[in-house]
C-alpha cells in the first residue's frame, strides 16, 4: 500500500505512512525521511501510526484488496510502525545527545511509539534505537542489516487523483525506456499500464484515452490496434519532451489547442 490512509473512525485515529509493507502477518508502517534532524512533526506522525491497532491495519488491508491482488489473508498479528532517516548515524545521535537535551529528549519520546533506523545506499538498512512490539524475526534481521543497493532502481508510483499531466509523464518514463531495450520497441495497453500501477481503481480508461491521445500527437507513442500503443527509439526525443511540454501546458489544453489550429487551418 503506497501513499495509505489508516482510519479507524471510532477511536478517531488516522495514520498517513508514506507505505505500508505486509508479510501476511506482520504489518510494517514505514515514514521515510531525508535528513537526520528529528522533527515534532515526525514524532506526531509515529504517535498516529503506534494508535493503529490490528483489527484497523486489517481492515486497511481489506480494503487495499491484498488478497485479491496479492493472495494474503489480509491478517495481522503485529503492527510496527518504523521510521527511517538517512543521515542518521548512532555517532550523530551520541554527540547531538550530549550537544541538546532537547534531541535527547526528542529521540526518547520517538522511539515511545516507533523503532528508529538509518539507511545508506550501498551500505545498509538497520536500526538505532527502539525495539519491534512483536516481530523477534524483523529485529534480527534488521540488526545483522539489509544490504542496500548504490543506485537504487527509480520507480514511479501514482497517488489517488492524480493528474493527466503525472499520468504522462510516468507511462512515457516507463515505456519509453523500455523501448530502447528493444529493437522493434515496447508495446503497451491500456489495460497493462492499469495493471502496472497498481491500485487499478486509481488510473481511469477515459483518463487513459486522453493521455495517449496525447502522447501519439506529440510523437512519443504510436496507435497500432484499439488501447495499444508502441513507443520505439527514433521516437526517444519525443519522450524526452513529454515533461517539459506538460509543465508548460496541460493535456487537455494542448489537444484541445490542437483542434482550433487544425480547424483553423482547414478554413483557411
Known amino acids: 500500500m503506497f501513499f495509505p490512509v489508516i482510519e479507524d473512525r471510532t477511536a478517531d485515529v488516522t495514520a498517513e505512512p508514506d507505505f ?66 538517512q543521515d542518521l548515524d548512532e555517532g550523530y545521535i551520541e554527540e547531538a545527545a550530549e550537544e541538546s537535551t532537547q534531541f535527547r529528549d526528542r529521540v526518547e519520546e520517538l522511539t515511545n511509539y516507533a523503532v528508529l533506523l538509518t539507511q545508506d545506499y550501498g551500505g545498509q538498512l538497520r536500526p538505532l534505537r527502539g525495539e519491534f512490539n512483536e516481530s523477534g524475526n524483523l ?42 531495450d528493444h529493437d522493434d520497441g515496447a508495446e503497451v495497453s491500456r489495460t497493462a499500464v492499469r495493471d502496472y500501477f497498481s491500485p487499478q ?24 490496434e484499439n488501447h495499444t500503443y508502441r513507443f520505439t527509439r527514433d ?10 511540454q506538460v509543465m508548460s501546458e496541460s493535456v487537455e489544453d494542448y489537444l484541445h489547442g490542437s483542434e482550433q489550429t487544425s480547424l483553423t487551418d482547414e478554413f483557411e
Open 235 to 244: 521516437r526517444y526525443d519525443a519522450v524526452l519532451d513529454v515533461e517539459p
Open 201 to 224: 481503481h486509481n488510473v481511469q480508461p477515459s483518463d487513459l484515452d486522453l493521455v495517449f491521445e496525447f502522447l501519439v500527437e506529440i510523437g512519443a507513442c504510436e496507435q497500432v
Open 20 to 85: 505500508v509493507l505486509y508479510d501476511g502477518e506482520t504489518c510494517v508502517l514505514a515514514e521515510i525521511k531525508s535528513g537526520n534532524n528529528i522533527e515534532g512533526r515526525d514524532i506526531k506522525q509515529m504517535r498516529k501510526c503506534d494508535a493503529v491497532d490490528i483489527e484497523t491495519a486489517e481492515a486497511a488491508l481489506k480494503d487495499a484488496q491484498v488478497r485479491e491482488r496479492l493472495g494474503y489473508t489480509g491478517t495481522v498479528t503485529a503492527v510496527e510502525p518504523v521510521i527511517v532517516y
Open 139 to 180: 529485529q534480527s534481521l534488521l540488526r545483522r542489516g539489509v544490504e542496500l543497493p548504490q543506485n537504487p532502481p527509480d520507480q514511479i508510483m501514482l497517488t489517488e487523483g492524480m493528474e493527466h499531466e503525472i499520468l504522462a509523464i510516468a507511462i512515457a518514463d516507463v515505456w519509453g525506456e523500455k523501448a530502447l
